[in-house]
């Protein structure tokens, strides 16, 4: 097979799987690592794609405006729903707990039976559903409001954050690849990374959609998470980089 032939093939992947390492190359092509890598730096200068250590991926489309949040709501609805179930189902009587502002840390906040817990949020949404739930003590911080989405950002938040330590972490995503967490707003980002540094477990819930993607702010390194929570079973590459970060991998799919 001519190199274009691959290089037509690799992209066909990639816009499938999202990477692709230079050992799938060598398997699929039946070609020397020296071929892979010479095929990728190909890719590269042809601005196809990004390399990364060991392989490639496709780069990230330009930044587009940030959904509204009950647009966000609907996109994957079905999937949320069972990853927020199985999020919910970790949180036990006495924990401290915080809870990110982000659509699928919603659906755990839906999903929080009456457990005796004090959580802590920057979401208003996550706040006024919890307001129900009359065994729980709810501590909305106090900030500057981004009103589209309707959570609390800036100086004040983080300072009250860092008086807090909490159990468990649950934190939403834009993306999460070999490049770690990333969000699209800095301001969110500042108030994830604060969140991450105060928790003993950091619990990521990002549904299929969400992995191998890389967006503008990277908050935190995939090193610093415990678990994430998904609902399909990711490809052998990614399962293989949560393995050596020592992230625990939940898949509801499997159940």
């Known amino acids: 097979m001519y190199q274009e032939e691959r290089i037509i093939s690799i992209m066909n992947y990639l816009k499938k799987h999202n990477r692709i390492s230079v050992e799938n190359i060598c398997s699929l092509f039946n070609v020397s690592r020296d071929t892979a890598r010479r095929d990728l730096v190909k890719l590269e200068e042809l601005g196809e794609i990004v390399r990364t250590r060991g392989g490639a991926i496709l780069p990230s489309s330009p930044s587009q405006p940030v959904a509204d949040y009950t647009s ?21 009587p006495g924990d401290k707990i915080i809870l990110d502002a982000s659509t699928t840390v919603q659906s755990c906040a839906e999903q929080i039976g009456p457990v005796p817990c004090t959580i802590i949020t920057n979401s208003i949404n996550q706040a006024d559903i919890l307001s129900s739930n009359h065994v729980a003590n709810i501590f909305l911080l106090g900030g500057m409001l981004e009103k589209q989405h309707r959570f609390l950002y800036g100086a004040s938040v983080l300072e009250k954050l860092s008086s807090y330590y909490v159990d468990k972490a649950f934190i939403g995503v834009v993306g999460i690849s070999e490049q770690g967490l990333t969000i699209a707003q800095e301001e969110d980002g500042m108030v994830k990374r604060k969140v991450i540094q105060q928790a003993k477990q950091v619990i990521v819930l990002a549904d299929h959609t969400k992995i191998g ?24 590459y990614f399962q293989d980089l949560l393995e050596a970060n020592h992230v625990e991998l939940l898949v509801t799919e499997q159940e």
């Open 213 to 236: 993607v890389t967006d503008f702010y990277q908050f935190a390194t995939l090193d610093e998470v415990d678990l994430l929570i998904t609902d399909q079973t990711p490809d052998k």
């Open 72 to 92: 966000r709501l609907k996109v994957g609805s079905h999937q949320k729903k069972e990853i927020g179930r199985k999020a919910a189902s970790l949180v036990k």
